[in-house]
């Protein structure tokens, strides 16, 4: 032991300083695995996103030879009737976040999804089976406003993209597991197959039911786990209840960073405006921000990779594949889509939204534009499944999930919900344009000018970000309120 004027600290102090800074790494690492469990438990809401907005593709066969659906018009029907839940569970879940925090919404969003998928397996009758996919329609759009805005709520602003990316992740993976669903469930059907033996087949009665009633499992994982969420400590705050907010912010924090975050809040709660949206929108930045984020949706829409997922039998069959070539294809953008969503979970808080909005949009406008050359010299084969794929890859690690973090992120505490429910309308609004016109450009303009259209969008949208948004990588919810979005940066 050294005297009180050596240089060198006690042994027991400096071991206890040793114990004390790996006490405290252990208690770090606890934290951050809790809040990753607890974002992924949020995100549970993208997974049935995914599965169910992909598991209809499946069944239809089926489905339609069920309730004899022989008119185009009755197909396109319950095809696109959840849409239609989309747009009313997006604009409830605005309302419904700001009166009732964002953990109930949650919840209710889990329960309609289990109800609503075994209600449409059960369908005796074809209004029913519309009936049963509106409303998960509704489950969809909740989800997609809600599962983004509570993540955006409870991450530090260092991992705030790669957790809310994880919503992302989810939708990419609740597509992959509804392919596989389908795949497992249906029954191969022999070569040559009536209508008539199809429809008296497994498949045809019970296999297409199953594929929609699977969706109650993740469902109720779901249910389960939105029940144990803690709430929004943003939310508890805003509702003048500074002490819930604290003991939230405590489970995946340091107490240094709890008291900086919460000075944040009391900070940029002083001098904001009351009232909600209505008052916000005073703010010349505000209403800049929300015209940001409603054109963002847009244009993660209208860039037109979603066209791929959903008409890529169309698209393949005129680069010249033929059917087997076809489906192995459409297995390949599956697992392409999966794995760059990862390089988006890995770069997103490196890199920025702005860097990889910039990446994408017009690293897509360069792809689009060279497959609609291939197209209008009628080049076919690999050289086009390049380009498809290398789309998908592009719009999995910049447009998909960047949107959805920067519409997450750039809004006032008091109007956050209902302004995320506008964007979020917004993109559905552009989805089903996207996918009515698809068709009708292909005919009209054919592939060619049909991907030269989407070219143009993309590039547009390069511009857009480019000039229009600001970095919000690093900073808190408050700095970006406060700083980032006031009218003198926007």
């Known amino acids: 032991m050294v005297g009180a004027g050596g240089t060198e600290p006690d042994t027991e102090e400096r071991d206890a300083g040793w114990y004390s800074m790996i006490g405290a790494k252990k208690e770090s690492g606890r934290q951050t695995a809790k809040l990753w469990l607890v974002a992924a438990s949020g995100a549970l809401g993208g997974l049935l996103f995914g599965y169910d907005w992909v598991v209809i593709g499946g069944a239809k066969p089926f489905y339609e030879l069920f309730f004899h659906l022989d008119r185009p018009a009755q197909q396109g029907w319950a095809m696109s009737c959840a849409l239609i839940g989309c747009l009313i569970g997006s604009l409830a879940a605005g309302w419904l976040t700001e009166r009732y925090g964002r953990k109930r919404p949650l919840v209710l969003a889990a329960a309609v999804f289990a109800v609503s998928s075994l209600g449409t397996a059960c369908a005796a009758g074809f209004a029913l089976f519309v009936l049963w996919r509106i409303l998960g329609g509704v489950a969809i759009g909740m989800a997609s406003n809600v599962s983004p805005l509570y993540i955006a709520e409870i991450a530090p602003a260092h991992l705030r ?57 993740p469902s109720t994982v779901f249910f389960v786990a939105a029940c ?92 010249g594949y033929q059917v087997s070539g076809i489906l192995f294809n459409i297995v390949i953008t599956g697992i392409v889509n999966v ?57 999995a690690m910049s447009l ?61 949208g390069f511009a857009l970000v480019r000039f229009l948004l600001p970095e919000t990588k690093g900073k808190s919810l408050e700095a970006i309120e406060s700083e980032v979005f006031s009218t003198h940066h926007l």
């Not at 995946?252 to 009232?275: C, D, K, Q, Y």
């Not at 997103?348 to 060279?370: E, K, M, Q, V």
């Open 228 to 319: 144990l969420l803690p709430e929004s400590p943003r939310w508890l705050a805003l509702k003048a209840r500074p002490a819930a907010a604290r003991r939230v912010l405590d489970l995946f924090n340091s107490a240094e960073e709890t008291e900086r975050v919460l000075a944040e809040m009391t900070t940029v709660s002083h001098g904001a405006p009351i009232g909600g949206l209505r008052a916000c929108l005073a703010r010349q930045g505000v209403r800049r921000a929300l015209f940001l984020g409603i054109a963002l949706a847009v244009l993660q829409q209208w860039s037109g990779t979603n066209v791929i997922f959903n008409y890529a039998q169309e698209i393949f069959a005129a680069a």
């Open 161 to 217: 993209g790669r957790l809310v990316s994880l919503n992302q992740m989810t939708i990419v993976f609740g597509i992959l597991l509804a392919q596989i669903v389908n795949w497992r469930i249906a029954h191969p059907v022999p070569i040559g197959a009536t209508a008539a033996e199809i429809l008296l087949s497994w498949n045809g009665q019970f296999g297409w039911r199953w594929m929609f009633a699977a969706t109650a499992i």
């Open 400 to 460: 998909a999930p960047a949107t959805w973090v920067v519409i997450a992120e750039i809004f006032p505490r008091q109007m956050r919900g209902e302004a995320i429910s506008i964007c979020t309308t917004a993109l559905w609004i552009a989805c089903f344009l996207l996918t009515y016109t698809f068709p009708i450009l292909n005919r009209s303009l054919g592939p060619q000018g049909t991907f030269g259209l989407y070219a143009g969008i993309c590039a547009a």
């Open 339 to 395: 794995l760059f969503t990862f390089v988006a979970l890995a770069t997103i808080d490196r890199f920025g939204r702005r860097a990889l909005l910039s990446i994408g949009a017009i690293a897509l406008a360069a792809d689009y534009a060279t497959l609609a050359a291939l197209y209008h010299y009628h080049l076919q084969g690999w050289p086009m499944l390049v380009l498809v794929l290398a789309a998908i890859a592009l719009y």
